[in-house]
């Protein structure tokens, strides 16, 4: 396992890419837990196994199916990464970040990317869409960040701000469609935990006096590297479950995290299509 990537790593991962489609994409998209179905609504689609790409991380978690999908939706050029790697998988934060990368190299400038996440919110219910207005890098805090070693200044900067991590033109964008479509959905902080343990009632309530409405085990490491790289970014949270906090409250589960997926793929999708279809036209 490699922790640092040089850019001969990423180009030859680009170059692998390219053998099989020469599709340009304007936007690149990364679907968490149970949300795999939404890569179905691509059009034209070119598929690839994360196992055939060099240096590419390969999902192990269920509703994770591990390809690249390549096509159009709303008529304009995406890559889809259907599952994502995770750092309690074993795999580095810079492994985690590669893929964001490659996107870059294909063309893309602006990644959309979804999780489902806990509610830590006690308003927000299970089936609701959080749209990402900021985060909390709790693990970056402890050191586990992508841009972790050598810069590449190839993508950007050696310190990158993070102000403003979620694009504020994006986010009203997705709020819109949310409005238009009658979708329940929010606006919050989400909070990245190494995982793979789900939270203990007394973790829950420490996040949630830390200001975070919706945790999760992903997204940040990803955003960090597609802000480094001069990418707009909208992140969406499905919320899969609510925390309670209390002791003897029921317990989530991954088997509860993908069947919330049944509600919200339609609701991402409609939200996704929106947002292409508002900000291209």
Same mark, same amino acid.
Do not use: C, H, N, Y
């Given at each position: 396992m490699k922790e640092y990537y040089t850019m001969a790593d990423f180009n030859e991962a680009v170059?692998?890419?390219r053998q099989h489609t020469d599709v340009?994409?304007?936007a690149g998209l990364i679907l968490g837990s149970g949300l795999n179905a939404l890569a179905d609504s691509v059009e034209k689609a070119v598929e690839i196994p994360f196992s055939d790409i060099s240096h590419f991380p390969v999902s192990t978690v269920e509703g994770h199916q591990g390809r690249l999908v390549f096509g159009t939706l709303e008529g304009l050029p995406v890559i889809v990464m259907q599952g994502r790697a995770h750092y309690y998988e074993g795999y580095s934060m810079g492994q985690i970040g590669l893929p964001v990368r490659v996107m870059k190299l294909l063309g893309a400038d602006t990644l959309i990317v979804t999780n489902a996440a806990g509610g830590l919110n006690m308003t927000y219910r299970?089936?609701?869409?959080?749209?990402l207005r900021d985060h909390i890098n709790l693990i970056g805090m402890a050191g586990l960040n992508p841009l972790r070693g050598p810069n590449l200044s190839e993508f950007g900067p050696r310190f990158p701000g993070m102000n403003e991590a979620y694009d504020l033109e994006l986010r009203a964008l997705a709020a819109r469609v949310a409005l238009e479509a009658a979708i329940p959905c929010h606006q919050g902080v989400y909070i990245c935990l190494a995982g793979p343990s789900f939270e203990s009632p007394a973790d829950v309530r420490f996040l949630r006096l830390m200001g975070a409405d919706a945790v999760?085990?992903?997204?940040?490491p990803e955003v960090i590297t597609a802000r480094h790289s001069g990418m707009r970014v909208l992140g969406v949270s499905g919320i899969s479950n609510t925390l309670v906090?209390?002791?003897?409250a029921p317990q989530p589960d991954h088997e509860? *995290? #993908?069947? /919330?997926?049944?509600?919200?793929?339609?609701?991402?999708?409609?939200?996704?299509?929106? *947002? #292409?279809? /508002?900000?291209?036209?």
């Open positions: 170059a692998i890419i340009a994409p304007k299970a089936g609701d869409l959080m749209i999760g085990m992903s997204t940040v906090g209390e002791e003897g509860e *995290v #993908l069947e /919330a997926g049944a509600v919200l793929v339609p609701r991402l999708e409609t939200m996704v299509r929106g *947002v #292409l279809k /508002a900000l291209w036209k």
